[in-house]
């Protein structure tokens, strides 16, 4: 569709767009090698022209006043009355169930998620660390690293090629609290992938020259990181979210990812290796099978237990600003509340239904109000997340990202629907109907329902969270909707982060919403 879509943009005849393999197919070797020759010989070069200093001719437009618009969100065209009449079988939907989608099995005293696959020969193996970049920030360089190493043996070209023949792969992936070690492929071809892999890990041989370039790599894109305006507002929220301490302690600073050396991040992995593992599995073979694999390849005495941890959210007893720098003509903005209520299951349906309604997407009140009807924000939403593991906390988090000019106006705007919930019948039943709908046709198959199970197991369940949704989320009134905003949303206190050029916001008015700390890219990265 987008391809038609281009071609009609750009006025290419459909023939033409279609074409556009076969024409390459006739591009021969030597075709590329004279292109080549022509363009990037010896004598080839490129110009680039690049204007330092201030623009003295940008002109100042002030703003034009913006009236709100009347949404009409009782009003439907004939066409989407049609329809919405049209009477269509609804699809039943399918819960996972975790005592007969999968088997848990003993693999000589480690843990084994076992799921079969049905419909082809492909197979994934991973053994799942309770460790990650939280508790060792050498682990991601180090995942990094092992794809440029070979072994005493082979080098990493020779063990690439093997794998390719074997149609398999591996991979070393790290997240905040846990480290996945993953082989897939052929499943008929995986022992012996599981063999190089587990011998790649095991007696890498480290390589300065290849190490000093991801170094350099790595700071290189940290000084880019913060010349982008994204990747500066996820930093901020982190530090609004976990604190400073956290993001201190998790952070290798530049000199000490200079200083870094091949034992350091080698051991690293090493280490990790002498610690129990969760296996997971998913592929054809039979569960029997797939322990003797592992008994071969992998040793499983010995190995050390590890206990997770987890990073806390902070608390939000009262109101202060945080305000990073950003010289931006637009600023972004987060409201963070977190009040310490732990998990509720009775609450899920409620807040599912507060979540759609209010900040779930183009039918939803933030998206209506701000970005719609009042014209305040690029983006709007909010959401209150609940706890993703056990003692974790609910919090609720609000985003605005606006123009300067409009720092004071928006903020005011979102408070207004934040205290105050507008009532939109239409849009809590399209709400309902979304939630419903994303149920009943939802699927968790495959090697999910593994990593479901371990979701589960996070927060101390036995089985998922979505059937008592399903049951419960129609019969919920606009009234209901009301006493969840007055339980969860209404009065909190805000911790607010903002990220944007100090000289061009309103700092008046920031001072207005608590007291504000000024903090440096430095601070919100770590580094």
């Known amino acids: 569709a987008s391809q038609f879509v281009d071609a009609f943009i750009n006025r290419m005849p459909w023939k033409t767009a279609v074409g556009k393999m076969d024409r390459i197919a006739q591009v021969t070797k030597a075709d590329v090698v004279d292109f080549a020759n022509k363009f990037l010989g010896g004598q080839a070069y490129a110009i680039a022209y690049k204007h330092i ?35 269509v079988a609804p699809i039943e939907p399918v819960f996972v169930d975790f005592s007969k989608d999968m088997t848990i099995a003993d693999c000589d005293g480690l843990q084994l998620l076992y799921k079969k696959n049905e419909k082809n020969d492909i197979a994934q193996l991973t053994f799942r660390y309770d460790r990650g970049s939280d508790n060792d920030p050498l682990l991601a360089l180090a ?3 092992f794809d440029y190493l070979g072994t005493p043996d082979k080098s990493a070209a020779e063990i690439a090629s093997e794998m390719y023949g074997l149609a398999c792969s591996y991979g070393l992936s790290v997240g905040g609290n846990t480290t996945n070690v993953r082989v897939d492929g052929l499943s008929e071809n995986l022992p012996q992938a599981l063999g190089i892999a587990e011998n790649l890990f095991r007696t890498a041989v480290g390589d300065d020259e290849i190490l000093n370039e991801l170094k350099m790599d790595l700071i290189r894109s940290r000084m880019d990181n913060k010349k982008n305006q994204r990747a500066c507002n996820s930093a901020l929220q982190n530090y609004l979210i976990y604190g400073a301490d956290y993001v201190k302690a998790k952070t290798l600073t530049n000199a000490a990812v200079a200083g870094l050396t091949s034992d350091q991040l080698l051991g690293s992995v090493k280490d990790l290796l002498t610690k129990k593992p969760t296996i997971l599995y998913y592929g054809p073979a039979p569960v029997e099978d797939v322990v003797a694999m592992v008994k071969a390849a992998h040793p499983t ?32 903005y987060i409201q963070y509340s977190n009040r310490g209520e732990t998990l509720d299951l009775a609450q899920d349906p409620y807040i599912d239904l507060f979540n759609e309604y209010y900040g779930g997407g183009m039918n939803a009140i933030v998206f209506q109000e701000m970005r719609e009807s009042r014209a305040l924000a690029y983006s709007a939403g909010a959401m209150l997340n609940g706890p993703s593991f056990k003692n974790d906390t609910y919090a609720f988090r609000a985003t605005i990202a606006s123009q300067n000019d409009k720092l004071k106006k928006a903020v005011d705007g979102f408070d207004e629907i934040i205290e105050t919930l ?4 239409e849009n809590l039943e399209i709400a309902k109907a979304s939630i419903l709908g994303r149920l009943r046709t939802q699927r968790t198959i495959g090697d999910r329902v593994l990593y479901s199970y371990l979701t589960a197991q996070e927060l101390g369940l036995t089985e998922p969270r979505d059937k008592q949704v399903y049951e419960k989320v129609n019969s919920l009134t606009m009234d209901d909707l009301l006493a969840t905003h007055a339980k969860w949303i209404k009065g909190r206190p805000y911790v607010y982060a903002i990220l944007g050029d100090p000289t061009d916001l309103d700092m008046d008015f920031l001072k207005t919403l608590g007291p504000v700390q000024q903090v440096t890219l430095e601070d919100i990265f770590g580094y």
Do not use: C
Not at 58 to 87: C, H, M, W, Y
Not at 422 to 425: L, N, V
């Open 143 to 145: 995942a990094s690293y």
């Open 422 to 425: 507008p009532e939109a019948p």
């Open 301 to 332: 005495e010995g190995l050390e237990p590890l206990v997770k941890t987890y990073a806390a959210k902070q608390l939000t007893p009262s109101a202060k600003v945080i305000l990073a720098p950003y010289q931006s003509r637009q600023f972004n």
């Open 53 to 87: 200093g201030e623009d003295t001719s940008i002109k100042k437009i002030e703003a034009p006043r913006i009236t709100p618009i009347v949404t009409n969100r009782d009003k439907q065209s004939d066409f989407l009355a049609g329809i919405a009449a049209s009477e």
